[in-house]
């Protein structure tokens, strides 16, 4: 199974910051035939289920702010939010679906100050 | 609009089975995979299987395979997951999801606890 390796596993950061979160998966979820990266970033808040943000590592799902950012190839991706909102408080899982079964990181839990 | 609801809470006994289920709305059910995910302990997320409802082929983790079990109900536009053997480690919140490049809509999520 490919393993996801997220951090840090929390911080804490006030409105208005710009956030960074890393995801590291154990082999390349890049799928050489199509180009695409086989990994997704979710946010789940407090209480509710997990809802999708990014897939294929850059495209933003639709109805997404464009404060959320996807990036990386290979085994190296990252999350970012370029200007940290309060309704970002959240925990936020990577899933790689390039193999099966798909795998999710641990999480970054996202605290605001 | 998508929307998958969730069958209730439900606390059960060690050794006994509990029947999940995840009913589809806003889209063809037959069209897309339905996976369903373990959340336990509020935080790690493991994926369980998949169902096609179309043809009602499975995909299962190995992990799960001897625990879980899927199955759907296309008049009722329903996805069911059973799990059987019930033990403490198998208290956690489960989800159904469906899958098109990724999980883009989730159930609420049925929480089991395994409690005598």
């Known amino acids: 199974d490919i393993v996801m390796t997220q951090s840090p596993s929390s911080l804490a950061m006030s409105v208005g910051q710009k956030v960074t979160m890393s995801c590291k998966s154990s082999q390349s979820l890049l799928n050489s035939s199509n180009q695409k990266n086989y990994l997704a970033w979710y946010q789940q808040k407090p209480g509710q289920s997990p809802k999708l943000l990014v897939y294929f590592a850059s495209t933003r799902e639709s109805g997404v702010p464009d404060r959320f950012i996807g990036s990386g190839s290979g085994t190296d991706f990252t999350l970012t939010i370029s200007s940290v909102q309060a309704e970002d408080l959240a925990d936020y899982f990577c899933q790689q679906h390039y193999s099966t079964p798909p795998t999710f990181g641990g999480g970054t839990k996202l605290e605001i100050k | 609009e998508v929307q998958l609801q969730q069958s209730g809470p439900e606390l059960v006994k060690p050794g006994a089975s509990v029947k999940i289920s995840c009913k589809a709305s806003g889209y063809t059910f037959t069209d897309y995979n339905m996976h369903w995910v373990k959340q336990s302990h509020g935080k790690s997320l493991e994926w369980i299987g998949y169902?096609?409802?179309?043809?009602?082929?499975?995909g299962y983790n190995q992990k799960f395979k001897s625990k879980a079990t899927l199955t759907v109900d296309n008049s009722s536009s329903t996805a069911y997951m059973e799990l059987r053997s019930l033990t403490s480690e198998d208290s956690a919140v489960y989800y159904c999801a469906r899958m098109v490049y990724a999980m883009d809509y989730w159930g609420q999520g049925t929480s089991v606890t395994v409690s005598s």
């Open positions: 169902i096609y409802p179309y043809n009602g082929g499975t």
